[in-house]
């Protein structure tokens, strides 16, 4: 498995957050799958869709909006040619451990942690 960096950890209560650093694409990809619909919002908000492409061009199915995302995830996840590296959000209960977030870029990843942890 490629290395992982924790790069950021919060508690509140008896949860735990953290996001770590993953060049692995399979983890990313996993952490995508588990997100909620709430996660998956501040997510294209963050992608700021609107701004790159035309709103008729942004696909409303859920299947082909879902590879639509998980796309725009993996561009802004490039770092150099074809390496990617990602920020996924977990929380950690007692012994459980969860995807919630997974992005592209450090900003949204712990945005999204603030929000949730505090908001």
Known sequence: MPAQRT?????????????IKTYDTSLAREAFAEMDLAALDHLANSLELEKRYELSDIPIRPAEALDFLWD????????????????VVTRAPKLEQSFLYVSGDWPSAENFVRDLSWG
């Open 72 to 87: 725009e995830v993996c561009e802004s996840a490039r770092e150099d040619g074809q390496k990617c590296s990602f920020f």
């Open 7 to 19: 790069f950021f950890t919060q508690r509140n209560g008896n949860q735990k957050f953290k996001i």
